[in-house]
């Protein structure tokens, strides 16, 4: 699909993504998130095209929409990243990020000769503030969250969001309910296959953007199917 820069309207964003971020009275910063790769072949291996990167040792990026797109923002925020802390010494502040990042999204649907970005992206971060959480759109408008969705199941996703006392859950617990989410919104009838890419930033991961552990990426699969399951019997 490729966009106008005189469009006014933003792309469809195909993948859904959601994200909490909260200080657990358990668990301490916890900042999960989950993506709804979906399968565009079944000859491609896993793991590969995928959808969240790492931009700094303290920040995970995760994107939705035009996954060259979303690749080009990622290496821009990784190249801000990287100036800020060549220059003051220190690990470059999300919010700093988040505005810098945004700043570049919006500097593509000023001209002519440019077009916006087909992709919009959900920064998660651990920095001398504690936690943060920032979803950038396509235009460029960047805001904090709590919790943030992103893609074609945004709304829904949202409203499931709302539901949860995060203040309340684990890390661990955390991981599970966006798993939950991601699967309750999947359409298998519409929507092809999918792989569910997982990352947090939190005491476990020592404060750092990673994977979830595998052991722990198959529990919440199970816990999620199961919930599924339940849900249709019903």
Same mark, same amino acid.
């Given at each position: 699909?490729?966009? %106008?820069?005189?469009?006014?309207?933003?792309?469809?964003?195909? #993948? #859904?993504?959601?994200?909490?971020?909260?200080?657990?009275?358990?668990?301490?910063?916890?900042?999960?998130?989950?993506?709804?790769?979906?399968?565009?072949?079944?000859?491609?291996?896993?793991?590969?095209?995928? +959808?969240?990167?790492?931009?700094? +040792?303290?920040?995970?990026?995760?994107?939705?929409?035009?996954?060259?797109?979303? /690749?080009?923002?990622?290496?821009?925020?990784?190249?801000?990243? +990287?100036?800020?802390?060549?220059?003051?010494?220190? *690990?470059?502040?999300?919010?700093?990020?988040?505005?810098?990042?945004? %700043?570049?999204?919006?500097?593509? #649907?000023?001209?002519?000769?440019?077009?916006?970005?087909?992709?919009?992206?959900?920064?998660?971060?651990?920095? +001398?503030?504690?936690?943060?959480?920032?979803?950038?759109?396509?235009?460029?408008?960047?805001? /904090?969250?709590?919790?943030?969705?992103?893609?074609?199941?945004?709304?829904?996703?949202? #409203?499931?969001?709302?539901?949860?006392?995060?203040?309340?859950?684990?890390?661990?617990?955390?991981?599970?309910?966006?798993?939950?989410?991601?699967?309750?919104?999947?359409?298998?009838?519409?929507?092809?296959?999918?792989?569910?890419?997982?990352?947090?930033?939190?005491?476990?991961?020592?404060?750092?953007?990673?994977?979830?552990?595998?052991?722990?990426?198959?529990? *919440?699969?199970?816990?999620?199917?199961?919930?599924?399951?339940?849900?249709?019997?019903?």
């Amino acid at each position: 699909m490729v966009v %106008s820069s005189r469009s006014s309207m933003p792309p469809r964003l195909s #993948t #859904t993504i959601c994200s909490f971020n909260f200080t657990g009275n358990i668990a301490g910063p916890l900042n999960p998130s989950g993506v709804e790769k979906l399968i565009a072949s079944k000859m491609m291996l896993p793991g590969s095209n995928r +959808r969240i990167h790492s931009v700094h +040792r303290h920040a995970g990026m995760a994107v939705a929409g035009l996954a060259a797109d979303g /690749r080009q923002i990622v290496a821009r925020a990784k190249s801000e990243a +990287r100036s800020y802390e060549s220059v003051y010494g220190e *690990a470059v502040p999300v919010k700093e990020l988040s505005e810098r990042v945004a %700043s570049y999204v919006h500097l593509c #649907t000023l001209y002519w000769w440019l077009r916006p970005f087909g992709c919009g992206v959900i920064l998660g971060g651990y920095d +001398r503030d504690g936690p943060q959480l920032y979803m950038i759109e396509p235009s460029g408008i960047s805001y /904090r969250y709590f919790g943030a969705a992103i893609g074609k199941g945004k709304q829904a996703a949202k #409203t499931e969001i709302e539901k949860l006392k995060l203040s309340e859950m684990t890390c661990k617990e955390g991981v599970i309910e966006v798993a939950k989410i991601i699967y309750k919104l999947h359409d298998e009838a519409k929507d092809k296959a999918f792989e569910l890419e997982m990352s947090w930033i939190c005491e476990e991961s020592k404060r750092e953007h990673q994977k979830v552990p595998d052991d722990l990426l198959e529990e *919440a699969k199970t816990a999620a199917k199961t919930a599924l399951e339940e849900m249709d019997a019903d």
